[in-house]
């Protein structure tokens, strides 16, 4: 069963950091991008950011630019994990965020503009930034 897992969420206060993953089974992620999204209470799901299948490319959207990082697990026994880092987290960042994967037939360079074109997701875990 292809399956997608989140970790990492919790509380933390303004300023603070906190490093999300996103671990598959029963599928590898070597050909497909990997987009991080988030849904806030009453808003739309929104891309965060996205990686591309050989980590080559990366996009962030513009309100986490600089303080976001994306990235690939590349070791040998945790290459099917992505990691989402995220520093200098604001009250605006509070949401429950979801990891998904595109197959790269599908999606050639990563792209989180549209949030339903991504075959798998996780079940979420919630970010909470609050003092």
């Known amino acids: 069963q292809l399956q997608l897992v989140e970790s990492g969420g919790g509380l933390v206060q303004p300023g603070g950091s906190l490093r999300l993953a996103c671990a598959a089974s029963?599928?590898?992620?070597?050909?497909?991008?990997i987009g991080w999204f988030r849904q806030a209470p009453g808003k739309e799901r929104e891309g965060v950011s996205c990686?591309?299948?050989?980590?080559?490319?990366?996009?962030?959207?513009d309100s986490v630019k600089g303080r976001f990082t994306i990235a690939r697990d590349n070791a040998k026994n945790t290459e099917n994990t992505v990691y989402l880092q995220m520093n200098s987290l604001k009250p605006e960042d509070t949401a429950v965020y979801y990891c998904?994967?595109?197959?790269?037939?599908?999606?050639?360079?990563?792209?989180?503009?549209?949030?339903?074109?991504?075959?798998?997701w996780g079940q979420g875990t919630q970010v909470t930034v609050s003092s």
């Open positions: 998904a994967a595109i197959p790269t037939t599908v999606q050639p360079m990563c792209d989180m503009s549209d949030p339903y074109e991504y075959d798998y």
């Open positions: 990686i591309s299948s050989n980590g080559g490319t990366t996009n962030y959207a």
């Open positions: 029963g599928f590898t992620l070597q050909y497909y991008n």
